[in-house]
């Protein structure tokens, strides 16, 4: 009997391979699919795309220089620096580089849309095969994730990488909090769901900042929207076990991020065209482009809200005379939640976008598009049976079609963002910087672009010949400086000073200097031979942050280990050991 349980367990492990191996092939040959055009025009060159291929570049020529995790990124202002990779998180552009390094530079941006499609056309299949019977509605709706219409506004005319990348997440972190709200069976302990909520609330968190603020307030509502149904605390309880986890797990970046706000001018982030009073759908504004983009964005949410009414209606009409509560809990849950991500698109939700905490720094109202385009999908997967499966293949052909040739005419093609950049950090010109990365007292706009690494401010052009300025090393995070001068004098380096730099001469603290009106670093230093040493240093939020991503890793894996050990072991059971019987499916 043994020996028949096993081979039934390998079969099994097999015929789950295979499964996965069809959805993941079919994610690819879509993502494939949607980046096809780039092969004959070149990218699409939307809003972002310079800013994040900067920021690839940047991260991969650090890590020749041996440093893993960059925090400053060395050649934005044009090479004074910024403490861009502080702020910004860090799976996007750390992923970017290391594509950079394995494949040319000129084919980094197709790869990246290609590899994040394909994983989020994986990670909806694990949520959409809970929902429906058919892996094959579950294939399609998972297909249909992956060229949702907003993740295409994002490729053909945002460019925005990063988000890109954290929306990918969205499907398994849906299935995840609903599972934490008992919405879905589970086959893991209460432990180690908790714990594969937070991972991936964490790699939300990772990946883009305003997607993470939209996941944040996307699951909170989910806990107490179950709470209310269920009439119970447990749900909120185990909902906000997981998203403390998932901060704590994501506190390195975060920690740091929220404390050293207060150094740089991050009110940059809501300049005129950013706040969201001038991004609801359909919002007019004095700027003529602005406008006509979000034109563009507000035709393409009300596509997908329309696409998710009529998900909607068809899902509850087949509920109707289903008796199991899970289905009706479920949909329930999406509903609303579609429900409240619509309206935040609309100017009536404008005093929660003033008053809610971080959730201005959002932007852009109609990103919320990225959560109703998952509950289309949702929808789509649980209301596709019988003459609907052929209504939904033309719904979803139809305005994925319409949505990409939209699209398409309305985006800019490009063959030089990335050589352009590539060139300006091979001649040491650098790139532009960002705003809200400014240190506070700087304004880059005045920043001399010709700058040597360090000259002299004053001093007679008699003398020259007795004064030399020597760098024996310079990198993104350390530079030293040898000076000789016969009488005392400044030093002006190219480089922006931060609280996070140290600078000494000759062993002592150095008290840094300012050119008028910019936050340019300029040193004094004596007459005679100086040595000058500026390092980039570990602040103490850094610190505290990594000791709480540090804590609540090992604390979360030890509680684990120690669940599992003390779990009891039934003999002839055949299934693995705590696992349960496969779950309910939502139909």
């Known amino acids: 009997m043994n020996e028949s349980v096993g081979g039934k367990t390998q079969d099994s492990r097999k015929a789950n391979l295979r499964e996965w191996a069809v959805a993941g092939g079919i994610s690819l040959g879509t993502a494939i699919a949607i980046v096809s055009p780039f092969f004959f025009f070149g990218m699409a060159s939307g809003h972002d795309i310079a800013f994040h291929m900067a920021s690839w570049l940047d991260a991969a020529s650090q890590w020749k220089q041996g440093i893993v995790f960059p925090r400053w990124t060395e050649w934005a202002n044009f090479g004074y620096g910024e403490p861009r990779f502080i702020f910004y998180p860090p799976l996007?552009?750390?992923?970017?580089?290391?594509?950079?390094?394995?494949?040319?530079?000129?084919?980094?941006?197709?790869?990246?849309?290609?590899?994040?499609?394909?994983?989020?056309g994986l990670s909806a299949y694990a949520l959409l095969r809970q929902i429906s019977d058919s892996r094959r509605t579950a294939r399609f709706s998972a297909l249909c994730f992956v060229m949702n219409p907003y993740a295409?506004?994002?490729?053909?005319?945002?460019?925005?990488?990063?988000?890109?990348?954290?929306?990918?997440?969205?499907?398994?972190?849906?299935?995840?909090?609903?599972?934490?709200?008992?919405?879905?069976?589970q086959h893991r302990k209460p432990t180690a769901q908790t714990l594969a909520f937070a991972i991936v609330f964490c790699a939300v968190w990772l990946s883009n900042a305003p997607s993470a603020v939209i996941a944040t307030y996307g699951v909170a509502f989910l806990f107490a929207f179950s709470s209310l149904q269920t009439r119970t605390f447990e749900p909120l309880i185990k909902g906000a076990a997981g998203i403390l986890l998932g901060f704590g797990l994501a506190a390195f970046y975060i920690v740091p991020a929220a404390y050293e706000q207060r150094w740089v001018k991050i009110a940059g982030a809501l300049a005129s065209g950013l706040e969201p009073a001038q991004n609801f759908l359909y919002a007019k504004t004095s700027d003529s482009e602005h406008d006509l983009f979000n034109r563009i964005a507000s035709n393409i949410a009300v596509m997908l809200v329309a696409w998710t009414l009529a998900g909607a209606t068809v899902a509850w009409k087949a509920l109707r005379?289903?008796?199991?509560?899970?289905?009706?809990?479920?949909?329930?849950?999406?509903?609303?939640?579609?429900?409240?991500?619509?309206?935040?698109?609309?100017?009536v939700t404008s005093l929660l976008w003033r008053y809610l905490p971080e959730l201005r720094f959002v932007q852009f109202p109609w990103r919320w598009m990225s959560v109703i385009a998952l509950c289309?999908?949702?929808?789509?997967?649980?209301?596709?049976?019988?003459?609907?499966?052929?209504?939904?293949?033309?719904?979803?052909?139809?305005?994925?079609?319409?949505?990409?040739?939209?699209?398409?005419?309305?985006?800019?093609?490009?063959?030089?963002?990335?050589?352009?950049?590539e060139t300006a950090l091979h001649e040491g010109t650098g790139f532009e910087g960002t705003d809200e990365y400014d240190p506070v007292g700087d304004d880059n706009s005045d920043l001399p672009l010709k700058h040597p690494r360090a000259r002299f401010v004053r001093g007679g052009a008699g003398e020259a010949q007795h004064r030399e300025i020597v760098v024996p090393g310079w990198t993104a995070e350390h530079r030293r400086l040898l000076v000789v001068t016969p009488e005392a004098d400044l030093v002006a380096v190219r480089l922006l000073n931060y609280p996070a730099w140290r600078v000494t001469v000759n062993g002592s603290p150095a008290l840094v200097q300012h050119a008028a009106g910019t936050a340019q670093m300029i040193i004094p230093v004596p007459a005679g031979s100086s040595h000058i040493e500026i390092e980039f240093t570990r602040t103490l939020d850094r610190t505290v942050g990594g000791w709480i991503s540090i804590l609540a890793a090992g604390g979360s894996v030890g509680l684990w280990l120690w669940r599992r050990q003390r779990r009891p072991r039934l003999s002839g059971d055949p299934q693995p050991d705590g696992e349960r019987p496969a779950p309910a499916r939502c139909r």
Request: with cysteine; hydrophobic share 60%.
């Open 376 to 421: 289309a999908v949702v929808f789509t997967a649980a209301s596709m049976k019988g003459r609907f499966e052929w209504i939904w293949l033309l719904v979803a052909t139809v305005s994925i079609a319409g949505s990409g040739s939209y699209l398409g005419n309305h985006t800019w093609w490009d063959t030089e963002d990335m050589p352009s950049l």
């Open 152 to 185: 295409l506004t994002i490729i053909y005319a945002r460019s925005d990488f990063a988000e890109l990348l954290a929306i990918s997440f969205f499907p398994v972190l849906l299935l995840a909090a609903l599972r934490l709200c008992g919405i879905f069976a």
């Open 92 to 120: 996007s552009w750390m992923f970017g580089a290391l594509l950079g390094t394995l494949i040319p530079w000129k084919y980094v941006g197709i790869a990246f849309y290609a590899c994040v499609q394909t994983f989020a």
């Open 321 to 347: 005379s289903a008796s199991d509560d899970q289905p009706h809990a479920m949909l329930g849950a999406i509903t609303a939640l579609a429900a409240a991500a619509t309206l935040l698109m609309l100017p």
